[in-house]
């Protein structure tokens, strides 16, 4: 399986339209989970990150969403950010734009619906940020999305913890070795990721705390 564990800067340029990073001279990194919320994961990630007062963005599935209310809503409550991941893991590739958008818009209502009147720890407001599963997306799905408000967020930094034919420690190398201020980095809170980032999250956290970065959500 072939993908760049940091983020070519000719891919950054040529779709920069999307965004990689967030470049800032205060060492602030910007944590992402994809594809939650899940039971077997994501409650042990959410305890990870209170333990260590740190604030996320979650980039949610729909339709896990809407088999796992409570666990989004302990999301929110806690107060981290909330993307829009497609309702059904939709890759871009394979759906033509209207397919796509009806798929992010069915999402995003799921979204609304379960965030009702909900408030988090520190007041953060809803935004529209999108992430593309795989990341895979067409120009004419880019373009639509943003007419429609969504800031597309893709990646500097990408674990694979999700790729079962790495070794956990390949993983944490992955999650830390190229790291940089602005740095926004994927990890996945799903079944497929649970053994490797159960080993690699709390490491890479006490890395980034070791190297005084601070932990900043997406909006």
């Keep these: 399986m072939f993908y760049w564990v940091k983020t070519n800067r000719f891919i ?4 920069r339209d999307q965004i990689w990073s967030i470049p800032n001279k205060e060492n602030k990194i910007y944590l992402t989970f994809d594809d939650g919320p899940t039971p077997e994961i994501t409650p042990w990630v959410l305890d990870i990150l209170k333990e260590n007062n740190i604030k996320v963005t979650f980039f949610c599935i729909g339709k896990n969403i809407d088999q796992n ?7 929110i409550k806690e107060g981290h950010a909330i993307g829009n991941h497609t ?3 939709v890759n871009g590739w394979k759906k033509n734009t209207k397919e796509y958008l009806e798929d ?4 995003e209502k799921k979204i609304h619906e379960n965030s009702g009147n909900l408030k988090s720890e520190n007041g953060n407001q809803e935004s529209k940020i999108f992430r593309p599963p795989y990341g895979k997306i067409t120009s004419s799905q880019s ?6 408000g969504y800031k597309i967020i893709m990646w500097d930094i990408l674990t694979a913890d999700f790729d079962e034919e ?3 420690e390949k993983c944490l190398k992955n999650a830390v070795e190229k790291i940089e201020s602005g740095s926004i980095i994927v990890f996945h809170d799903s079944v497929k990721a649970h053994k490797k980032l159960s080993y690699v999250l709390p ?3 006490q890395y980034y705390k ?5 932990f900043e959500i997406l909006t």
């Design 12 to 15: 950054k340029w040529l779709y």
């Design 69 to 75: 209310p409570e666990i989004f809503k302990r999301i």
């Design 87 to 89: 309702y059904n893991h």
């Design 104 to 107: 992010v818009a069915f999402c």
């Design 143 to 148: 373009r639509s999305l943003r007419k429609l």
């Design 166 to 168: 790495i070794s956990q």
């Design 203 to 205: 490491k890479a956290i």
């Design 210 to 214: 070791e190297k005084g970065y601070k």
